[in-house]
């Protein structure tokens, strides 16, 4: 049965170091939001939306705002390693915990494959002849002992990887803005010409559009797991959160705004190379394609490095709270170390069947994880539906972020999550991924629900 009270301490992971200082939350913060989906995968959605890109890039930040918010309201008041799977437990149920918690860790072991494919891709393209697979091995081996050995080794990492894509990014929207302007010396300013026909595909590809950018914000959680290990949390929390807005706005908004403007939305290079990489040739920016590869390829070994990381605390949350292997949650020197070294695994397999079995598993196991992030969501919404009521009646000094307009807002965003899902049974490449997605989180419901059952009855 769900817990009722509040006034019990938060859970406490005093076994984990608290290793992560203030400026590694700050930088994670920044730089979580900035992906390689935003660099290379919106290229497919400007391609089919058109410039109205940007309203869906809006419409979809609006929801991850909302999103954020909610969990960061939770994680203020609860800090904790597991963030939203244990909040789920303290709200719903054990078996909500059960079913959050897994599938999100599935979903990361799986991204970090996916990751080190990806990246291993690029330095294939700059060294041909060497393999594939021995590239992913290497940077599975630097991350894994990176996250072996001290949590703020993972911190580190992750300012400077943070920091370069934050720089980079921050360089385009100046560049931009300046060729928007018609101030940057050597180009003429495109005015509205390439924004005239804003819905080229209509309804349709809008909608598209609006399914590629909500898959885009993936990574926002990650700090809020991250902050559990930091001198305070609290503070650590609430400023991301707080800061979450502008950051979305910028980033995400005010770059799709940028490049929509500067190339026309129907030109090959901006899927084929990727929307930064057109805009930046179109800018006569000399390296642009190679400059932008390097810039991936550091978003790309980012998202490694966090997913490793968000993996193994997520897995030890989980077994501390009873659900799971007890030798996930073993620590040592302040770090779940068998925890790492199973993510890391798991992600190595996931690399091993892209390989083995690129026809039949592989595709199954990215169709299963595909809308595992609006799982994750759903159960923040309802989860910070409950706590919040409790907090204000038993315990509301430990609301030191506050969702707006509650609870308002709150079912707005269920309501969005909701019509997102509606059109993903309404197109045919997604409908599958809902469908593969909705029955591993049956199965994990059922099975946590019969956990929680036998849990309740033992003596």
Wanted: charged share 15%.
């Amino acid at each position: 049965m769900p817990s009722t009270t509040t006034d019990a301490p938060p859970e406490s992971d005093a076994p984990l170091s608290h290793g992560l200082k203030q400026r590694h939350l700050s930088m994670i913060a920044l730089g979580g939001v900035i992906g390689a989906g935003l660099f290379v995968g919106s290229g497919e959605g400007i391609a089919a939306a058109g410039p109205s890109i940007v309203l869906a890039y809006t419409l979809s930040g609006l929801l991850v705002m909302l999103v954020m918010r909610m969990l960061g309201e939770m994680s203020a008041a609860y800090p904790s390693s597991g963030s939203f799977s244990a909040h789920a437990e303290r709200a719903i149920g054990p078996w909500a915990g059960f079913t959050a918690g897994w599938a999100f860790w599935v979903l990361l072991c799986t991204a970090v494959g996916l990751e080190g494919i990806g990246a291993a891709k690029i330095v294939t393209g700059w060294l041909p002849g060497t393999p594939e697979w021995a590239w992913v091995a290497l940077f599975m081996v630097v991350f894994c002992g990176a996250n072996l050995a001290a949590v703020k080794n993972f911190g580190e990492f992750e300012f400077w990887f943070a920091a370069l894509k934050v720089g980079a990014i921050t360089l385009f929207l100046v560049l931009g803005v300046l060729a928007i302007a018609g101030v940057l010396p050597g180009t003429d300013s495109p005015g509205t010409a390439h924004l005239a026909d804003f819905f080229p595909n209509g309804g349709e590809g809008l909608v598209v559009g609006l399914l590629a950018s909500v898959f885009a914000y993936g990574g926002l959680e990650t700090v809020t797991i991250a902050a559990a290990e930091s001198p305070d949390p609290v503070r650590g929390v609430a400023g991301a959160v707080r800061t979450a807005m502008w950051r979305i706005a910028l980033f995400y908004i005010g770059s799709m705004a940028v490049v929509v403007t500067l190339v026309p939305w129907d030109d090959r290079e901006v899927v084929e190379e990727g929307p930064y990489v057109a805009a930046l040739d179109r800018l006569g920016v000399p390296g642009a394609g190679q400059l932008m590869k390097v810039v991936v390829l550091a978003a790309l070994l980012s998202a490694m490095n966090a997913n490793v990381y968000g993996a193994s605390r997520i897995a030890y949350s989980l077994v501390r709270r009873g659900q799971g292997p007890r030798a996930l949650g073993r620590v040592s020197g302040g770090v779940p170390r068998v925890g790492v070294l199973t993510s890391c695994a798991f992600g190595f397999v996931c690399v091993l069947l892209s390989y083995w079995r690129p026809d039949d598993v592989f595709p199954w196991l990215l169709k299963m994880t595909g809308s595992v992030i609006l799982v994750v969501w759903a159960f923040v919404a309802v989860s910070q539906l409950r706590l919040r009521r409790r907090l204000e009646r038993e315990a509301p000094k430990r609301l030191a972020v506050r969702m707006w307009a509650f609870p308002v807002l709150t079912w707005v965003a269920l309501a969005g999550m909701a019509g997102v899902l509606v059109l993903m049974a309404r197109e045919p490449d997604t409908r599958v991924q809902l469908y593969a997605t909705g029955a591993m989180t049956a199965v994990l419901a059922v099975a946590g629900y019969l956990w929680q059952r036998r849990r309740a009855t033992s003596p």
